[in-house]
């Protein structure tokens, strides 16, 4: 089980009546995953869509690791690699692999 011992959730509304989203998950228990992952349903009547989604890694001393896109979904994805889109259930999700042998990190 993987621990969100901290979430933090920034939003910005743009002019243009969009939203950019920026969420910090700082996790531990890692070991028992390759994978994290959000899924959402996507209400058509209230929003558009996803786009330009990005992930990343934080790093102790404040380095960032930018995650590569993978446009195929995986059950396990590759360590420093994500997937944004629908799912093998048709849920929206976003995906991210991390390092086996990791207990923690903000992501």
Do not use: P
């Amino acid at each position: 089980m993987v621990i969100i011992e901290e979430f933090v959730l920034n939003i910005n509304i743009n002019k243009d009546r969009s939203m950019d989203i920026t969420e910090i998950w700082n996790c531990n228990n890692l070991q028992v995953t390759k994978t994290l992952y959000k899924t959402f349903v996507i209400d058509s009547n209230k929003y558009k869509g996803i786009s330009n989604v990005k992930v990343s890694q934080v790093l102790e001393n404040d380095k960032v690791i930018e995650f590569e896109q993978d446009d195929e979904w995986k059950y396990h994805l590759n360590k420093e690699t994500f997937f944004a889109g629908i799912n093998n259930e048709g849920k929206y999700e976003i995906s991210w692999g991390i390092a086996e042998n990791s207990d923690k990190g903000t992501y």
